[in-house]
């Protein structure tokens, strides 16, 4: 029987570091689920990917309105992200129904890797070499504009390389349907990257795709069976709660404060989930306790790494 | 019509309806310690057989009438997945406003795609 308190406890503190962090709640979510309650991974993704939608519907809905979120751009990419989520949850169905479980925690943990890697590489600054508008910025109206409330100003920009944002984004699709998280991590890649979007608005954009994304997601593993009522609707009500009490939080603490919470939480989960899922697949046995100190100290490596980043940076 | 405002709407609407359902569901289940015939532990065991694909839809669909926490619970992550499509089919209509026909026809392939997924698994599995 699953500890109802526990899940929400869960759910609350996967929405707290989701919504400090930026990637939602279904990145934490996952992991932790199977990690520390032992649900199977599956149930885990369902109820991360119908999460997701909660936290992604909320937080556009605010970005939508103040104009941060650029709706066209983003309604034009959501086709690849659509297409990609149904090839990913197809592609997931097909490695767990040839009994390699095992796989999945070890991709989620490459994911989380990933991720890691992206976002403390993204904070760095926003696009470098802006491009002048292509054909794809006039016939698609990449146009946007919103009021910068730190620095006061109305932003005015452009979307360039549409194509080539819209394949990336593809395999944010690919990774939601796979995994049953949002892939926004990808999604700014193709967004501040590709696109050449200032940070803020990229963001925004980014969070709007995650609700179609996830919830393409989320109809494959409804028909696949991998949404456990109960548990999803638990997990959305904590990550909601957990999203409302970061947001909170967030404007309190420092930038270099949310990375050392980003680092430690991901690069914790990152080497338990790899680890875990090499102890399942029974090629190597690895006990739980050597699952949880190797991770620890993994983890604590990567925050003194980060520390010495920060102390070169100050040089 | 501005596209923005009514998409913030919808979406917050969706949001909060959803986030009801589930959370109102969730105390009935409890009240009642089970729905549809299943035991609260059937229903919180981690491992359990009870998922969106082995449910007895008509059961589900009766159990709405008489407040069954299930029904409602599932009605409400049905509402949460509904919202980004309705979002996509009100951007559809206005864009259609609009006469953006180059919105009109990519956001109609996204429905559509959408709409594809839903029938896809049944079919092919």
């Given at each position: 029987?699953?500890?109802?308190?526990?899940?929400?406890?869960?759910?609350?503190?996967?929405?707290v570091?989701?919504?400090?962090?930026?990637?939602?709640?279904?990145?934490?979510?996952?992991?932790?689920?199977?990690?520390f309650?032992?649900?199977?991974?599956?149930?885990?993704?369902g109820?991360?990917?119908i999460?997701?939608i909660?936290?992604?519907?909320?937080?556009?809905?605010?970005?939508?309105?103040?104009?941060?979120?650029?709706?066209?751009?983003g309604?034009?990419?959501?086709?690849?992200?659509?297409?990609?989520?149904?090839?990913g949850?197809?592609?997931?169905?097909?490695?767990?129904?040839?009994?390699?479980?095992?796989?999945?925690?070890?991709?989620?943990?490459?994911?989380?890797?990933i991720?890691?890697?992206?976002?403390?590489r993204?904070?760095?600054?926003?696009?470098?070499?802006?491009?002048?508008?292509?054909?794809?910025?006039?016939?698609?109206?990449l146009?946007?504009?919103?009021?910068?409330?730190?620095?006061?100003?109305?932003?005015?920009?452009?979307?360039?390389?549409?194509?080539?944002?819209?394949?990336?984004?593809?395999?944010?699709?690919?990774?939601?349907?796979?995994?049953?998280?949002?892939?926004?991590?990808?999604?700014v890649?193709?967004?501040?990257?590709?696109?050449?979007?200032?940070?803020?608005?990229?963001?925004?954009?980014?969070?709007?795709?995650?609700?179609?994304?996830?919830?393409?997601?989320?109809?494959?593993?409804?028909?696949l069976?991998?949404?456990?009522?109960?548990?999803?609707?638990?997990?959305?009500?904590?990550?909601?709660?957990?999203?409302?009490?970061?947001?909170?939080?967030?404007?309190?603490?420092?930038?270099?404060?949310?990375?050392?919470?980003?680092?430690?939480?991901?690069?914790?989960?990152?080497?338990?989930?790899?680890?875990?899922?090499?102890?399942?697949?029974?090629?190597?046995?690895?006990?739980?306790?050597?699952?949880?100190?190797?991770?620890?100290?993994?983890?604590?490596?990567?925050?003194?790494?980060l520390?010495?980043?920060y102390?070169?940076?100050?040089? | 019509?501005?596209?923005?405002?009514?998409?913030?709407y919808?979406?917050?609407?969706?949001?909060?309806?959803?986030?009801?359902?589930?959370?109102?569901?969730?105390?009935?289940?409890?009240?009642?310690?089970?729905?549809?015939?299943?035991?609260?532990?059937?229903?919180?065991?981690?491992?359990?057989?009870?998922?969106?694909?082995?449910?007895?839809?008509?059961?589900?669909?009766?159990?709405?009438?008489?407040?069954?926490?299930?029904?409602?619970?599932?009605?409400?992550?049905?509402?949460?997945?509904?919202?980004?499509?309705?979002?996509?089919?009100?951007?559809?209509?206005?864009?259609?406003?609009e006469?953006?026909?180059?919105?009109?026809?990519?956001?109609?392939?996204?429905?559509?795609?959408?709409?594809l997924s839903?029938?896809?698994?049944?079919?092919?599995?």
């Amino acid at each position: 029987m699953i500890e109802l308190l526990e899940v929400i406890a869960i759910g609350v503190l996967a929405g707290v570091i989701g919504s400090m962090i930026g990637l939602g709640g279904g990145v934490v979510l996952t992991p932790m689920l199977t990690l520390f309650l032992g649900v199977p991974i599956k149930y885990a993704t369902g109820a991360s990917a119908i999460s997701t939608i909660a936290t992604s519907s909320s937080a556009a809905s605010v970005y939508i309105r103040s104009g941060l979120a650029n709706a066209r751009i983003g309604i034009s990419l959501e086709l690849s992200t659509i297409v990609g989520a149904i090839i990913g949850a197809l592609t997931a169905h097909y490695v767990y129904s040839s009994g390699w479980t095992w796989l999945m925690y070890i991709i989620f943990g490459f994911m989380l890797v990933i991720s890691l890697m992206l976002t403390v590489r993204r904070r760095e600054g926003g696009p470098t070499n802006i491009r002048p508008p292509d054909r794809t910025t006039t016939i698609l109206k990449l146009y946007g504009r919103y009021h910068d409330l730190s620095s006061g100003k109305i932003v005015e920009y452009y979307g360039v390389r549409w194509w080539l944002a819209e394949f990336i984004l593809f395999f944010s699709g690919f990774s939601s349907g796979m995994l049953g998280i949002g892939g926004g991590v990808f999604n700014v890649v193709g967004l501040d990257w590709a696109m050449n979007m200032p940070i803020k608005a990229s963001t925004a954009t980014s969070s709007f795709i995650i609700g179609a994304t996830s919830a393409t997601t989320s109809i494959i593993y409804w028909n696949l069976g991998y949404i456990h009522p109960i548990l999803a609707s638990i997990s959305i009500i904590g990550v909601s709660l957990g999203a409302l009490i970061g947001a909170r939080i967030l404007p309190r603490i420092s930038d270099r404060q949310v990375r050392w919470i980003f680092t430690a939480t991901l690069g914790y989960l990152s080497a338990n989930m790899i680890l875990r899922g090499i102890d399942m697949s029974g090629y190597i046995v690895l006990p739980r306790v050597q699952q949880y100190v190797i991770s620890l100290a993994i983890a604590i490596c990567m925050v003194l790494i980060l520390h010495r980043l920060y102390r070169g940076n100050a040089r | 019509m501005k596209l923005e405002p009514l998409i913030s709407y919808i979406l917050r609407i969706g949001v909060i309806v959803g986030i009801t359902l589930a959370i109102l569901g969730m105390l009935l289940l409890l009240v009642k310690g089970g729905s549809l015939g299943y035991t609260l532990d059937m229903l919180l065991d981690p491992y359990t057989f009870i998922n969106t694909c082995t449910v007895n839809y008509s059961l589900v669909y009766r159990g709405l009438a008489s407040f069954e926490g299930l029904s409602i619970i599932l009605l409400g992550l049905i509402v949460m997945v509904a919202t980004p499509i309705l979002r996509i089919i009100l951007g559809i209509l206005i864009f259609a406003l609009e006469k953006d026909r180059v919105y009109v026809a990519i956001a109609t392939a996204t429905l559509t795609l959408i709409l594809l997924s839903i029938f896809l698994v049944s079919g092919i599995l």
